[in-house]
């Protein structure tokens, strides 16, 4: 239980620190094609061995279904990405809010990683499906 607090604890400290100090990947402004999403807001940092992800999807509707699949991924030097960690079955109703960190000696400094998203917002104004993805260095 103390080491799983600590990592959550650590995992917040360098999110934070990473909002604040490194350069993280802006957030572009995404129009839906149904207008059922007022905010798509991802987030990728990376500091040291952790890449820190998060994104936020609100809804106009506040029974909207949310569903989202995230995937961290670096570089390969060679123009494509391999994946090196996956977060399936994401759900909110009228928000969803996710912010998780991966740690491993596979982030190295130098190297492009790149968080990609797959979000489907389904309102009573429609269904939205929106994929798109936010870069960052260290």
């Known amino acids: 239980?103390?080491?799983?607090?600590?990592?959550?604890?650590v995992s917040a400290l360098v999110l934070a620190l990473c909002t604040a100090f490194t350069i993280h990947a802006a957030a572009y402004a995404i129009t839906p094609y149904a207008d059922s999403t007022t905010k798509c807001d991802p987030l990728l940092c990376v500091s040291g061995n952790t890449a820190s992800c998060r994104?936020?999807?609100?809804?106009?509707?506040?029974?909207?279904?949310?569903?989202?699949?995230?995937?961290?991924?670096?570089?390969?030097?060679?123009?494509?990405?391999?994946?090196l960690k996956r977060w399936g079955?994401?759900?909110?109703?009228g928000t969803l809010r996710f912010v998780d960190s991966?740690?491993?000696?596979?982030?190295?400094?130098?190297a492009t990683y790149r968080m990609e998203y797959a979000v489907r917002v389904d309102g009573t104004n429609g269904i939205d499906n929106i994929s798109d993805y936010v870069e960052g260095n260290q």
């Open 1 to 9: 239980k103390g080491v799983r607090t600590m990592r959550r604890r």
């Open 55 to 83: 994104l936020v999807v609100e809804a106009e509707d506040d029974s909207a279904s949310i569903t989202a699949t995230i995937t961290l991924l670096k570089s390969d030097g060679e123009g494509g990405f391999t994946v």
């Open 89 to 93: 079955g994401l759900s909110g109703a």
């Open 102 to 110: 991966y740690t491993s000696s596979r982030i190295t400094s130098g």
